[in-house]
């Protein structure tokens, strides 16, 4: 595989439709202006119209804004209903860490329904619509997380920052596995891969105002200002899927040292991320929970 990846090796991407959640600030930003460059039209789905427009005036090129708030499942249909075009990427960037446990509008852990059941409710919504690839945001933080089926929304195990944030993105690397296997299975034109952005100095908490995740975000930002990778970096592992001939359901990241820098590669994910029987459990549960079903006779 390509070891020294530049935008460049996007080639000209006009006339290609690419959907970038979470596209205002951090990976999303810099995914979409590379994007943008590169001659695509990036509809930004958002939570801040306002600011995707400001964000959206400083890239230039050709961009819409779509205003899709994750933790709330009556706006993934609303930006579902108004899609009125087929696009030909999704790219499930958008992330959230929160200070305390808190909950969405429709009772979900907020990590879990902001970083895996908004997402999967939307790609599963606008599926019909997307002509050729999914590209999920996933994380080496899959590593250390444990899998509670039976308590996914962290209302009786104890809950803590990271501890939530590890199981949603488990969970979104299990779903990333389920989906590449039926995708696969219903010989389907669409692909699905899965990125690690690596340490970025990005502002994951920014939902946030709470004093705890600001100071963390100060910290970050200063300790990745020297050794981790900017926004563009970050957002080259997505790219990379694009770009390069990466086999469906590859997991895509950085070679470097915990796999926080360097190279693209294909990763390894851990094997409670590689189990089947377990993502399909949680495909299941994700369905249950958003009320939305994978439109495979739509694919077949």
């Known amino acids: 595989m390509t070891t020294h990846w530049t935008p460049a090796r996007l080639g000209d991407l006009s006339g290609k439709r690419i959907i970038v959640t979470g596209a205002t600030n951090g990976v999303g930003l810099g995914t979409a202006r590379a994007l943008v460059r590169a001659g695509a039209h990036v509809i930004m789905a958002v939570r801040n119209p306002e600011l995707g427009a400001q964000r959206a005036a400083e890239i230039g090129g050709s961009t819409s804004i779509a205003k899709v708030d994750l933790a709330d499942l009556a706006s993934v249909r609303a930006f579902a209903d108004a899609l009125d075009e087929d696009v030909d990427i999704l790219i499930n960037n958008a992330g959230l ?95 699905s891969q899965l990125t690690h952005p690596g340490w970025v100095a990005s502002n994951l908490s920014h939902l946030s105002d709470k004093p705890l995740l600001a100071a963390a975000d100060r910290v970050v930002r200063t300790v990745a200002g020297v050794v981790a990778n900017d926004i563009d970096a970050g957002a080259a592992s997505t790219l990379y899927c694009i770009s390069e001939p990466v086999p469906p359901g590859s997991y895509i990241g950085y070679d470097g040292p915990l796999g926080l820098s360097g190279p693209l590669v294909m990763l390894g994910r851990t094997a409670l991320a590689g189990d089947y029987d377990i993502a399909a459990e949680v495909f299941e549960f994700a369905e249950n929970e958003t009320g939305t079903k994978f439109p495979g006779s739509a694919i077949g």
């Open 97 to 191: 860490l929160t200070e305390g446990r808190e909950e969405t509008v429709d009772g979900f852990e907020k990590t879990l329904g902001t970083n895996l059941l908004g997402p999967f409710a939307l790609t599963n919504l606008i599926f019909p619509r997307i002509r050729s690839q999914i590209i999920n945001v996933g994380s080496h933080a899959h590593r250390s997380a444990e899998l509670r089926l039976d308590d996914m929304h962290l209302r009786t195990a104890k809950w803590t920052m990271m501890g939530a944030y590890s199981r949603s993105k488990l969970g979104v690397m299990l779903w990333g596995l389920e989906l590449d296997r039926r995708l696969r299975v219903a010989n389907s034109p669409v692909v």
